[in-house]
């Protein structure tokens, strides 16, 4: 599958799971580390939880599966490496504290 047909699938499970301001970010022009990255946030951490999982199902649906994942069920900024695709699933407080759109400014925003 096509990396950015795994991003449309991870968009998918962050939707069903009403994730907020989901935003994609191509940065495969200006890092190394990932061509994509997904910034989510979520009200609460059980929503967190179940945003990670719905991912983390996706993924697996299609054989892929997490080179590492950062934080827990307490955790207020989660985040999901799957080599080209790093998923970030934040509280809005941590969000807006990190402000990632703004560090990888240069990325490309993506619309599906």
């Known amino acids: 599958m096509e990396t950015l047909e795994l991003v449309k699938s991870i ?3 962050l939707d ?3 994730a907020e301001e989901v935003t994609i970010l191509d940065i495969s022009e ?3 580390i990932a061509d994509y990255f997904i910034i989510a ?3 609460n951490p059980n929503q967190l939880t179940a945003m990670q999982d719905a991912c983390d199902e996706a993924m697996e649906k ?5 080179k590492q994942i950062e934080g827990n069920n307490n955790s207020t900024w989660i985040l999901m490496d799957y080599s080209d695709i ?3 699933l934040f509280s809005k407080e941590d969000r807006q504290f990190y402000n990632l759109e703004r560090i990888w400014k ?3 925003p ?3």
């Open 11 to 13: 968009k998918n499970a």
């Open 16 to 18: 069903d799971k009403k």
């Open 30 to 32: 200006i890092s190394s």
């Open 41 to 43: 946030n979520g009200n």
């Open 62 to 66: 299609v054989g892929v599966h997490a």
């Open 86 to 88: 790093i998923i970030h």
């Open 106 to 108: 240069d990325a490309k």
């Open 110 to 112: 993506v619309e599906l």
